[in-house]
């Protein structure tokens, strides 16, 4: 979903410049299902399906890359996250983050400072990492990782959500988080 979102953000506002897209998916949906996705209020969003369809038709374990067209670039890793490190070696350095596995109660492997620190190793100087959540523990994680954090407006309904960033400046404007309290909770084992 994020990718649509963005690819569909990136056609509205006329962007033509480079993109890459990684995704780690550790259990796709089979390309049969795509055609049942359902977008609510933005159908607009279905003209991305045949793209979804392929790309699920032709992934394979591993690291996958699809030239999207329009100098967008997907790299869809089918496997756990932790493998993908140990498997590939990723030479991009990225952005943008969007970090959104489900919650750390749900899916507590993929809000580990580990995993936070692996996310600050392919990213730029002034990256920006952004999730939809916005617990303590996870941003502990992020803090220990290495990563300044800050709480934004949630979206979609939610009250608020959390950004991180390797560059402090990066941050300005939005509320930041006592990384050094957080760090020091984590290891208190306060999470």
């Not at 049969?32 to 977008?39: A, D, G, K, R």
């Not at 190793?121 to 303590?136: E, H, K, R, V």
């Not at 709480?151 to 309904?157: C, E, T, V």
């Not at 959390?162 to 084992?189: C, Q, V």
Request: proline share 5%.
């Amino acid at each position: 979903m994020n990718l649509i979102l963005l690819l569909d953000y990136l056609e509205k506002e006329s962007y033509s410049g480079a993109i890459t897209y990684l995704s780690v998916e550790a259990y796709p949906i089979a390309a049969e299902t795509v055609s049942s996705l359902q977008f609510g209020a933005d159908s607009g969003l279905d003209k991305y399906k045949p793209l979804l369809e392929k790309v699920f038709r032709e992934s394979k374990p591993g690291l996958n890359r699809f030239d999207l067209g329009l100098n967008r670039i997907l790299l869809l890793y089918i496997g756990p996250f932790d493998r993908l490190f140990v498997q590939e070696a990723i030479s991009e350095t990225f952005q943008f983050i969007f970090h959104d596995p489900f919650s750390p109660e749900v899916n507590a492997e993929l809000w580990t400072p580990d995993v936070f620190q692996k996310l600050l190793s392919i990213s730029s100087p002034n990256a920006l990492l952004s999730t939809y959540c916005a617990a303590s523990s996870a941003r502990a994680a992020m803090a220990v990782a290495g990563w300044f954090v800050a709480k934004h407006r949630g979206a979609l309904g939610k009250r608020e959500m959390t950004l991180a960033s390797p560059d402090t400046d990066r941050l300005s404007g939005w509320k930041r988080i006592n990384e050094k309290r957080l760090i020091e909770r984590f290891h208190k084992g306060d999470f």
